[in-house]
C-alpha cells in the first residue's frame, strides 16, 4: 500500500494524505474525486470536506508534505563528500526525488509533476531560493567564483523542470540528471581552472 514516508495512519488528516497520495497516483489528477480519496480513507466526505473544502486545498496539502520530505532529502544530500560532480549530483536527484517517485509509481507520473508545478509552484518560491543558495555554496566550495556560482545555480534551478519533463520512467530521469550534472560540472572546472591561470602580456 502506497503511503508518504514518515506519515504513519493514525490522525485523520494522515490518513486523508496517505488516501490522496494513493488515489492520485491510481487515477490521476483530473480523474480523482473527493468521494475517491474519502472512500480510500475512511472517513465521511463531511470529515473530508471539514478538513479540506476542494480537491485542490487537498493536493496543495499533498504537495506540502512531498515538499517537506525534499527539503530533509535535500538536506541530507549536501553533505555528500566528493567532487563537484559529486556532491551537485547528490543534491540535484534529490531537489528532484519526488519527481522520480511520481514516475516510478504511477503511469500518470507526468500528470501529476505538470499538477504539481501549476497548483503549487508559487508556494515552492522559498525553497527554490534555498536551493540556489545551497547549489551556490556547493559550486563556490570547489572554487568556482561568487558571481559565477551565483548564475550558474539559477540556470540549473530554471533547467531542472525540462530535464524530466520529457522522460518516460524513474530511470530514464535519473540518467538525464546525471548526463547534465557532468557536463555542467565540467563546464565549470574548465572555466574556473582558465580564469584561475595568469594571463600571458604581449610584448613587441
Known sequence: ?????????????????NAAFRCFA???????????????????????????P??????????????????QAVIAAAATQGDLATRLQ??????????????????????LIDAKNALCGKAGAD?????????TRIMTDAGVSQGTAVSAATVIVKCIPGLIADQKSE?????????????????LQASSSSARQPKRSLSR
Open 1 to 17: 500500500m502506497w503511503t508518504i514516508p514518515e506519515l504513519v495512519d493514525t490522525s485523520a488528516q494522515a490518513r486523508i494524505m
Open 26 to 52: 491510481r487515477y490521476g489528477y483530473a480523474r480523482t474525486g473527493m468521494t475517491d480519496i474519502a472512500k480510500e480513507a475512511g472517513v465521511s466526505r463531511t470529515a473530508l470536506y471539514n478538513n479540506y
Open 54 to 71: 476542494n480537491l485542490e486545498d487537498v493536493f496543495r496539502a499533498l504537495c506540502e508534505r512531498v515538499n517537506q520530505g525534499v527539503r
Open 90 to 111: 547528490a543534491v540535484i536527484a534529490a531537489r528532484v526525488s519526488w519527481a522520480f517517485e511520481a514516475l516510478h509509481l504511477s503511469e500518470h507520473g507526468h500528470e
Open 127 to 135: 525553497t527554490e531560493a534555498q536551493f540556489r543558495g545551497l547549489l
Open 171 to 187: 530511470t530514464d530521469a535519473r540518467a538525464q540528471v546525471a548526463q547534465f550534472v557532468r557536463v555542467f560540472a565540467a563546464g
